[in-house]
């Protein structure tokens, strides 16, 4: 089983940058499609952007399409995710979660799919 650790999160400004990293042990991560999810107090958790085992052409939602980049070192056994021109409305607490998937080139962006989480890190960008 793949134990997922995320990191990066912080305090920005508006209009800001921020990049998290999500850091897995346990199991083969290239095996694993992944995916960046947010949630916000009394809110359920919010899809932000799938990426498949092998990288290749990542899913965002609207929301922040243009703004993130998903991306993954396979061989560092990482997970990235690139955040520009940060809103307030962007704050939330973001999780990196994992899906063993038998396909190279599937991913998923429901929280259902999604088998393994890491402990998640806050994101606060101030207005």
């Known amino acids: 089983q793949v134990q997922l650790v995320e990191s990066g999160g912080g305090l920005v400004q508006t209009g800001g940058s921020l990049r998290l990293s999500c850091a897995a042990t346990?199991?083969?991560?290239?095996?694993?499609?992944m995916g960046w999810f947010r949630q916000t107090p009394g809110k359920e958790r919010e899809f932000v952007v799938a990426?498949?085992?092998?990288?290749?052409?990542?899913y965002y939602s609207d929301s922040v399409k243009g703004r993130f980049t998903i991306s993954r070192d396979n061989a560092k056994n990482t997970l990235y995710l690139q955040m520009n021109s940060l809103k307030p409305e962007d704050t939330a607490v973001y999780f990196c979660?994992?899906?063993?998937?038998?396909?190279?080139?599937?991913?998923?962006?429901?929280?259902?799919?999604?088998?393994?989480w890491g402990q998640g890190t806050q994101v606060t960008v101030s207005s």
């Open positions: 979660a994992a899906k063993y998937a038998w396909y190279s080139g599937i991913y998923f962006y429901t929280p259902e799919d999604y088998a393994y």
């Open positions: 990426i498949s085992r092998s990288g290749s052409s990542p």
């Open positions: 346990r199991g083969t991560f290239s095996s694993y499609a």
